[in-house]
């Protein structure tokens, strides 16, 4: 089993900056993608970014310039660096990663969620 550990929400004024923080343990053989989602009330989860095992990331258009995600392969944890945050920033903050284990089997895992809120 894997479990994705998130830190670092909280509350930001407008134009504030927050880093998210997400770990993985457990049986880990290797991780593909690890993302960040997020999903504010009555709205869909949506992707916010993604840092693939390649390197290679993707950014929803209304963060691009102000987010950044970065991973360590060596500690199986990615975080999000979220600048300039604006009110349409809120909502709760998902982890996920796709994980391959010490059986070879491949799974996709969620973290619990930590909520960021943007108010001033």
């Known amino acids: 089993q894997v479990h994705l550990e998130e830190s670092g929400g909280g509350l930001v004024q407008p134009g504030g900056s927050l880093r998210l923080s997400c770990a993985a343990s457990?049986?880990?053989?290797?991780?593909?993608?690890m993302s960040w989602y997020r999903q504010a009330p009555g709205k869909q989860r949506e992707l916010v970014a993604a840092?693939?095992?390649?390197?290679?990331?993707t950014y929803a258009d209304s963060v691009k310039g102000r987010f950044t995600i970065s991973r360590d392969y060596a500690k199986n944890t990615v975080t999000l660096q979220m600048n300039n945050l604006n009110t349409g920033d809120t909502a709760v903050y998902y982890c996920y990663a796709i994980v391959r284990d010490g059986n070879s089997r491949t799974n996709q895992y969620w973290g619990q969620g930590t909520q960021v809120t943007v108010s001033s």
């Open positions: 457990g049986s880990i053989f290797s991780i593909g993608a």
């Open positions: 840092g693939r095992s390649g390197g290679a990331t």
